[in-house]
Every structure is written in structure tokens, then in C-alpha cells.
């Protein structure tokens, strides 16, 4: 399988994901450029985190004006795999692939620490190698994490287990003290209805080699690869 | 021209005089504008030249020293490390979101510059008591402006320190270093090389931002500094981001001779300092420098501080290349004037010529001071003070915990969690240890990175504190496993034109230089900051040391947290009754006076050659160095960091608050497997240095006992609750 890192102006993660996907995880991967216009040929789209645009205006939001982003839009509606990691998610939220939005952090700071993360749907191409409530480490490092939907919204989340990350504690208890953002039920990744573009703010490519203090990240970018081979044994 | 008006620029009467003497001819005001920024103390180094020369600069390892951008020093392998600390100390005073912001975002071009990519921030952070509520405005205004620049580049600021001391309040000190990464063969320099050479301006427009931003750096602070408001600049990372990138795209292909970012004094400075350098002259046509806003004169042109932007001079036809590069990344590129072979620098406004000066009158002629130098009276007092009198705490446990609970210890979680210490995923050690660590992708190696000072000890005894800086910084570097390489320096005094501070500066540099010596750590360049004075009262003399070192297997390295049960704990190193300028005496004693503790730079080279020796002969699983707060705090922290307590048990004949508190130096205590206790012991005496077994790792609590007298038996969890919710506690008010 093929993955593709597209990189917006101001992008700073592009590097890293680049590197958790060719050099650890050994796939191939290329960057694609924000002012192009076609994606064919990929199979997984990664949206990097990052400050496209400088953040200005709100994160993502002028992003989602990259030329690049039809291409996205109608490579995601066709089934095709999209992983939007911290900026990537707030640009997918943005371009409407995901539903809620994004606020600054309830502190009105920054934050960079790591967190443990409940795996709450394990069924997806992008979790697949974890279990179901399942405790994993994953960092953050955002200053508009803070994820909001209507209460209408939410509801259709839960009902139709779009909510695949919540903040907790090493026991995977979630309470508010182990919302580092202020997110709405704690979320902190999110899939669309139909199982193929998901939004998270921690960063996996953070946590992917053990010298790093993690490989959790790495079940993650192994579970796309897993799921993809799956796919293509059924023939599909 | 009316004295007022020069002298309004911040030049002196005799300065103007020697400028008609160059010139031979009296200057225009735009002429005497560019001789007023370049002759400032911040562009033209007036005060500190003389003694700067007292630095060691050399080693076979040196790439570049002093006098460019950057330092650099080779790492093997082809590859070398680019380096430079810088203060941001004024504007951040009045203006410190954006002060501190530019100030990272000036050190940054300075890396690039060089044709590195840059990968790591470090800052050093000075306040006043955060009781007061101006002191929490600038700290927190500081952190978020050295996170919103920083984050937003996706460079990692892995590393600092902060400490807190009244006489910072009016005046904080933010000094900020980064660190890049390069292949020997892509390295630039500032140099305006090849007559008829384009000459181009890369980046932000210039505004009317920052006019006189290095004259304001120059001065003392007073109530009238508000007004200075508008000589801060404001940043913009995402620009910055930009010009990074397409910095490195134009180094990439081989398209530049040299380049150099525009920081104090704009256009002017990078101009003549490039043309300086390579012996040439430059034509600049003011006329085709991007504005962003309209009339504005010659003078505000080039004397502009505006951010973001970069001078090049590409090869003779790569222009159009250079355009299209930055084009891609959305960035002007425009040819604003060519390199002449006569060195002057010539400025133009279409076809007018509106100013003509010597390149080199502006960079090498700038006058020299030599001011007397006075020793301080309040010296004698303070360190003669008779400490001995002071009583013995009554409880232990009590003073430890306050110790803890003080800001300059306490846990600083709370700036650094505001910093993405983690992005380019290369930060194996982040904030928090004695040192970062940094892997090298595609290598087995390490970089360690640190940065420490002790204005403290520097206002007891500058040519001591200076060399303290300098033994501490390369301790860290070695308590995780590295080889010290080289440092570069951010001296931060008060006005240079008092014989006490004079003093004082030529004191600290002077013990800095003898410990560069004796560690073998040459300077490879820095920056000096005069005039840290509010209303005529100088901040402590603070000279701040950033520090690079190699670990040559990334595998062999070393942190400061006890991970495992059942480890011996050998103090390396002698303590002394020395709580002079210590913390314990500071906060148990509302004291800040006696000598600090004496540095003997043999034995501080022993201990850390055998600490590096241990760690990479996997014997120590763990090593810390003592420094504020003396061997109890060191102790607590390593306890803290690995979640791990421990059983101290010794005997000695110094007071027990000295054998706690005291900060002698040259002291490390490793943790190590019982399996390597002997080997560590006879390479200790092999080297001559004292090592002692004080104690065993385990448990979930820290328990210290003195010649057979329990002095304190404290719970992880109560001691960690001290340290890490004292700063949020005190930002809350």
C-alpha cells in the first residue's frame, strides 16, 4: 500500500510522519505538495499536524482551501483511507469530513505531555490491532484541542461509535481530570460514519520507536497496513 | 548637525566626531542613523571586545568560532552541529509575549543562516518573585511567546532553565539558544562575496517595525521604557516557517555564496556585516526593498527591524532560481542591490545616492571603552559574613519539603508543557533532566544539549560563578553520558560604563574562560547583553553558558531518575562547608551572601570524565549531578524523576544542614547495579576521586540518616506534590 503525507505551508509534522511510515514501519510514502490537485495512486492520505497557515484565522481553517483539498475530499468519499493527526484533524473538521469543532484548549495554553488514551472502538481500519478498552500512551501537543459537537451530534457519535480516543488515566478511568483540553466527553479521536477518515489530536508518529518512550503509536500505522493487506486478500 | 540629534540616537559627542574624522566630512542623518545602530553596545560589542579575547575559541573540533552567525562544531561523520544563544531581555520587559517570540525567532535565522536545519530550542529564563503580579504578567507572557514561535516552527524547545531572584524583577532575563543540524559541506557563511553579485531580500516586507531596536537594547531601563513599545517587533512564524524551508531548498542546490538574517539594526547591519566580511562594498537601492507600508524615507528603510526576513547573495545567474523557490513557498524574493569591490556601502534611492560609508568604518571601527574597573564595595560584606552562627534546623524534613516548594527548584512542568519539546521525534530526553538528549537520525549518535548559570553566585563572586556556569553546564552535559564539545555564551550585566559592573563582566569572563580551558570547551560565539538596570539597580551578573556535547553511542547514555530497586548510590566528589550563595541559605535563612562554593577545575574534570567513563561501561544506571539545594535536593529529584526512594545512610564530621545543603561542586551521585559497585569504586580511585557508598534504592520513600541520627523520612508522593504544584500554585494567584 501506498501512504501520502501532504504537506500545507506552516505543516511541521510531515517530516515525522514521513519517517514513522518509511523508515520504521518500512512502507512506501510520499509527501504531496499542498497546491497540487490530484491524489491518485494513494491509498492512505495522511493530514499532518502542525500549524498550516499559520493557524491564522482559526487552525485549519484556511487550509481546508488548499487546492489539494477536492482531491481529498473525493478520494475520502470514495472509501479511501484519511488520518488526520492534530492539525490534520482541524483541518478535516474544517472541510466538513468530520463532524464538531475545534477550541482552544480550556487552560488557554498549550499543552505537550503524554496521555493515555481509551481505545473505545477497536473495529476500525485505524485501531484494529487494539482491543476494545484498551490502555494506550500517546502524546499530545496542542493549543486548540478543545473538541466541540451539539448535543445532537454527540449522540450520533456515541450511537454510531464514531468516538475511537477518549482521555483517561493509566487504569482507563475517564474523568475530567484526565481531560488535558477541555474536550467534550473527553474525546480525543473521532471517525466518520462510514469508517474510513479518522481525526485525532495526539500524535502516533510521536510514539512509534521505544527510544522515544512509546511504540503505541506504531499498533496504530500497523493496524492501516494490517487492514489494507486484509483488503486486498479478500480481493477487494 | 544639532548634538541632539545624534545623540538622541544614543552616539556620544566623541563618536560623532571620530564619524566626521572617517568620513571627512560630516555625516547626513541617515549616515549618522547607520552609525548610531552599529555602533550601539548591542551591534558593536564597545564594552565586552577587549575581554572577549580572554575566551578560548579554539579546538581541533571548532568548524567556525566567534564573528558569524553561528557557532559550529564538527560531530564526525561529515556532519556538524550549528549553535548560538541570544538575549531578548528589553523587549521582553515591556512587551513579553512578542519580545520573547522574536527573540526565538531571531536565534533561529541565525542557524539557518549557516545552511543548517535547525532542531532544538533551549531558553534560560530569569523573573522576579512571583508573589509580585507583574513577575507572573512577564513569565507568563514570556513562555507563551517563546511557545507560540517555537511550536509553530515544529522545533522542540527541549531544554532551560528558570530561576527567580529580586533583582530580575523590572528587568527579566530571556536568553534564547538554538541548535542545527548540518553536513559539513552545505555550511554558508556571512560573506558578500564576488563583485557584481547580486544582492537579494528574502521574506517578510519591511515595515517601520523595531526602528532602533538595538539603540533601545542599549540602554538602561527607566519608566520612560513604555514608550520603547513600539521599537518591539512582532513576529510571525508561519513566515518564518516558510523561510526556513526555503532557505534549505536554496542551500540544497547549491544556489547562494552566503546569506545572513536581518535581526537588530535590519538592513544596515546584515548589509555591511556581510560586505565586511568578504571585503567587499554593497549598492543598495532603497527603492526596491518590498514595503509594507507607503512613504516610507531611506532612513526607516534600513534601519528597520522587521522580522522574518533574510539578505542573500546567490551565485552569479541563480537569481531566477532563488526567486522560484521562494516563490513555491510563497515568499518574495527581490534583487535590491549587487556587491561592489570598493567596500563601500553605498545606499540609493533610485538614482539618488543618500548615503556612502565605509563598510568596515561601520563593523571594525566602532570605538573601544575600557572603563575603569572597581571591585564592588558590597563585596567585602557580604562575603565575609560569618554563616557558622546561623542555627541548625530543627526539623529536616520540613526544610527539605521548603526547599522543594521553591520556585528556583520546584518543578518547572509549567513552563515546559507549553513547549512541544517533542516534535521532528527526535528528543530522547526531554525537559526536566540535567541535560536534553537528542538522537541523530540515521546515526547511532547523540546530541546533548544544556544551558545553565548562577547569577546568584556571579553577584558573590564573578570570576567563581563564572566558572561555575561553565563546570555545571559540562557536568549535565556529562551526568547523561556525553562528551562536552563547545558552548556559546549570553552574558547579561547591568551598564558597562559603572567601573562595578565593569568589573564584574571582566571577572565572570574570566573564570568562564579558565574552566573552557581546564574542561576543554571552547567558546564558538554568543552575545552580550549590558544595560539589565531598572531605575539605576543592575540585575546580578548573570552569564549563561548553552552548552553542546556528543554521545558517541546513543545506547550508553544516562538520566537522572532511579528506575530500579536494590541500585548503590556512591557520592562522587567532597563536600565542604560551603552554603555560601546557596539556596538553603536563601530560602530556610533570607539570606544571600558568603562566598560560593569553590571551584577546583581538576577535580571536576576527573568526576566527569569517570561519570562518562561509568555510563559508557553500562555501569550506572543512573547519575545526577548536586547543585541547588546540595546533595538532599539532588537526592529528592533523582527519587522523583524514577519514582523509586531510597535509604541514605552516612557519617561525617561538617554540620548535618552542610552535608545536606551545602552546594560544593564537582559532585555526582551515581546509582549503580551492586553487580558494578567495586569497578566504579576502583576507577574512582584510579582517577583520585572520592567516592563514598551512601546508600541503596528502593522503597517509596527517601530516607536519610547521619551518623546514625535520622534526619528525615519523607514519602514520594508528599515530596512530588510539594515540587510540582509550587509554580502552578503561585501562577494561579
Known amino acids: ?236 | 548637525m544639532e548634538p541632539e540629534v545624534y545623540r538622541q540616537m544614543g552616539l556620544t559627542d566623541e563618536e560623532f566626531e571620530r564619524i566626521k574624522e572617517i568620513l571627512g566630512r560630516e555625516p547626513n542623518y541617515l549616515e549618522v542613523g547607520m552609525f548610531a545602530v552599529m555602533w550601539s553596545e548591542h551591534c558593536g560589542y564597545k564594552h565586552s571586545r577587549p575581554v572577549l579575547k580572554l575566551f578560548p575559541t579554539r579546538a581541533p573540533w571548532v568548524l567556525q568560532g566567534p564573528g558569524e552567525n553561528a557557532g559550529i562544531i564538527d560531530i564526525g561523520d561529515g556532519q556538524a552541529v550549528v549553535f548560538k544563544i541570544e538575549s531578548h531581555n528589553h523587549p521582553s520587559a515591556i512587551e513579553p509575549f512578542q519580545g520573547a517570540a522574536t527573540g526565538v525567532g531571531g536565534i533561529v535565522r541565525d542557524i539557518f543562516a549557516m545552511g543548517a536545519r535547525p532542531i532544538a530550542v533551549l531558553d534560560s529564563l530569569r523573573f522576579g518573585p512571583l508573589d509580585e503580579p507583574r513577575n507572573r504578567y512577564l513569565m507568563n507572557g514570556v513562555v507563551a511567546g517563546i511557545a507560540f514561535y517555537g511550536n509553530c516552527l515544529g522545533l522542540p524547545t527541549v531544554a532551560g532553565e528558570v530561576y527567580f531572584e529580586p533583582s530580575y524583577s523590572g528587568n527579566p532575563l530571556v536568553n534564547a539558544m538554538a541548535v542545527g543540524l548540518i553536513e559539513q559541506k552545505d555550511i554558508r557563511r556571512g560573506r558578500a562575496a564576488g563583485v557584481g553579485n547580486a544582492v537579494m531580500l528574502v521574506g517578510a516586507r519591511t515595515g517601520r517595525d523595531g526602528i532602533h531596536g538595538a539603540t533601545f537594547a542599549s540602554e538602561e531601563l527607566n519608566q520612560a521604557s513604555e514608550e520603547r513599545r513600539p521599537s518591539v517587533q512582532v513576529g510571525d512564524p508561519f513566515r518564518e516557517k516558510l523561510l526556513i524551508e526555503a532557505c534549505l531548498d536554496i542551500i540544497k542546490e547549491d544556489l547562494i555564496i552566503g546569506m545572513q538574517d536581518m535581526g537588530a539594526a535590519g538592513i544596515t547591519s546584515s548589509s555591511c556585516e556581510m560586505a565586511s566580511r568578504a571585503g567587499t562594498g554593497m549598492e543598495i537601492d532603497v527603492d526596491l526593498v518590498p514595503r509594507r507600508e507607503e512613504g516610507m524615507t531611506p532612513y526607516e528603510v534600513m534601519l528597520s527591524e522587521s522580522q522574518e526576513r533574510m539578505l542573500l547573495v546567490p551565485k552569479k545567474g541563480a537569481e531566477e532560481r532563488v526567486r522560484a523557490i521562494c516563490r513555491r513557498w510563497g515568499l518574495e524574493a527581490v534583487v535590491i542591490g549587487r556587491v561592489t569591490g570598493d567596500g563601500i556601502m553605498r545606499i540609493k534611492e533610485g538614482s539618488r545616492v543618500v548615503a556612502e560609508v565605509p563598510a568596515r568604518a561601520l563593523t571594525d571601527q566602532c570605538p573601544v571603552y575600557q572603563v575603569e574597573r572597581r571591585r564592588p564595595a558590597y563585596l567585602d560584606e557580604l562575603q565575609n559574613m560569618d554563616l557558622s552562627r546561623l542555627p541548625e534546623p530543627a526539623d529536616y524534613g520540613e526544610t527539605l519539603m521548603k526547599l522543594l516548594a521553591s520556585p528556583n527548584i520546584a518543578s518547572k512542568e509549567w513552563v515546559y508543557c507549553q513547549y512541544d519539546y517533542m516534535v521532528r521525534t527526535d528528543t530522547v530526553a526531554g525537559p526536566g533532566g540535567d541535560a536534553a538528549v537528542l538522537r541523530v537520525k540515521g546515526t547511532g549518535k547523540g546530541l546533548a544539549l544544556t544551558v545553565d548559570g548562577n547569577g546568584r553566585y556571579c553577584y558573590l563572586d564573578p570570576e567563581t560563578g563564572g566558572a561555575i556556569a561553565v563546570a555545571e553546564a559540562a557536568r549535565n552535559l556529562s551526568c547523561v553520558g556525553a562528551r562536552p564539545l563547545g558552548l556559546t555564551d549570553c552574558l547579561n550585566f547591568g551598564n558597562p560604563e559603572k567601573p562595578e559592573v565593569a568589573w564584574q563582566f571582566y571577572q565572570a569572563v574570566a573564570g568562564m574562560s579558565r574552566a573552557c580551558e581546564a574542561l576543554q570547551t571552547p567558546v564558538t560565539g554568543g552575545n552580550v547583553s549590558f544595560y539589565n538596570e531598572t531605575e539605576g539597580e543592575a540585575v546580578y551578573p548573570t552569564p549563561v553558558v548553552g552548552m553542546v556535547g556528543l554521545i558517541a553511542d546513543i545506547e550508553k547514555r544516562c538520566s537522572n531518575g532511579w528506575l530500579q530497586e536494590g541500585d548503590v548510590l556512591i557520592l562522587l566528589g567532597e563536600t565542604f562547608p560551603e552554603i555560601g550563595g546557596s539556596e538553603y541559605l536563601a530560602v530556610i535563612h533570607g539570606l544571600v551572601a558568603g562566598r560560593p562554593p569553590a571551584l577546583n577545575l581538576e577535580r571536576e574534570a576527573a568526576v566527569q570524565e569517570l561519570v562518562r567513563q561509568s555510563i559508557a561501561a553500562g555501569l550506572a544506571s543512573a547519575a545526577h549531578d548536586c547543585s541547588e539545594g546540595g546533595l538532599a535536593v539532588a537526592l529528592a529529584e533523582s527519587a522523583l524523576a524514577g519514582g523509586t526512594g531510597a535509604v541514605i545512610e552516612f557519617d561525617g564530621s561538617l554540620r548535618p544542614d552542610y552535608l545536606l545543603f551545602s552546594e560544593s561542586q564537582s559532585r555526582v551521585v551515581l546509582a549503580v547495579p551492586p553487580a558494578a559497585r567495586d569497578r566504579v569504586l576502583a576507577l574512582a580511585r584510579e582517577r583520585g576521586v572520592p567516592a563514598a557508598v551512601i546508600g541503596r534504592t528502593g522503597g517509596r520513600e527517601l530516607a536519610v540518616r547521619v551518623n546514625g541520627r535520622t534526619l528525615f523520612n519523607l514519602g514520594l508522593g508528599e515530596m512530588e506534590k510539594q515540587w510540582r504544584e509550587s509554580i502552578p500554585a503561585l501562577m494561579a494567584r
Open chain 1, 1 to 236: 500500500m501506498k501512504f501520502g503525507v501532504i504537506v500545507f505551508p506552516g505543516s511541521n509534522c510531515d517530516q515525522d510522519v514521513y519517517h514513522a511510515l518509511g523508515s520504521v514501519l518500512g512502507q512506501p510514502v510520499d509527501y504531496l505538495w499542498h497546491g497540487d490537485t490530484d491524489v491518485t495512486g494513494y491509498d492512505c492520505l495522511v493530514l499532518p499536524g502542525g500549524f498550516s497557515y499559520g493557524d491564522y484565522l482559526r487552525a485549519g481553517a484556511i487550509a481546508r482551501f488548499a487546492p489539494i483539498m477536492p482531491a481529498v475530499i473525493d478520494f475520502a468519499r470514495s472509501g479511501g483511507l484519511v488520518l488526520g493527526i492534530c492539525n490534520g484533524f482541524q483541518i478535516l473538521l474544517e472541510a466538513g469530513l468530520l463532524p464538531g469543532a475545534m477550541r482552544r484548549n480550556d487552560c488557554l495554553q498549550f499543552r505537550c505531555q503524554w496521555t493515555y488514551l481509551k481505545v473505545e472502538n477497536g473495529a476500525t481500519p485505524f485501531t484494529n490491532r487494539f482491543r476494545e478498552g484498551q490502555v494506550v500512551r500517546i502524546p499530545i501537543a496542542h493549543g486548540e484541542g478543545n473538541y466541540y459537537a451539539d448535543a445532537a451530534t454527540l449522540r450520533e457519535l456515541e450511537t454510531n461509535r464514531q468516538v475511537v480516543f477518549r482521555y483517561c488515566n493509566e487504569n482507563g478511568e475517564v474523568t475530567p481530570a484526565t481531560n488535558p483540553n477541555g474536550s467534550v466527553g473527553n474525546i480525543a479521536g473521532i471517525i466518520n460514519r462510514e469508517g474510513n477518515v479518522l481525526g485525532m489530536m495526539p500524535h502516533p508518529e510521536r510514539c512509534v520507536e521505544s527510544i522515544l518512550g512509546g511504540t503505541d503509536g506504531r499498533e496504530l500505522f500497523a493496524s492501516i497496513i494490517d487492514w489494507w493487506q486484509g483488503r486486498e486478500r479478500l480481493g477487494a
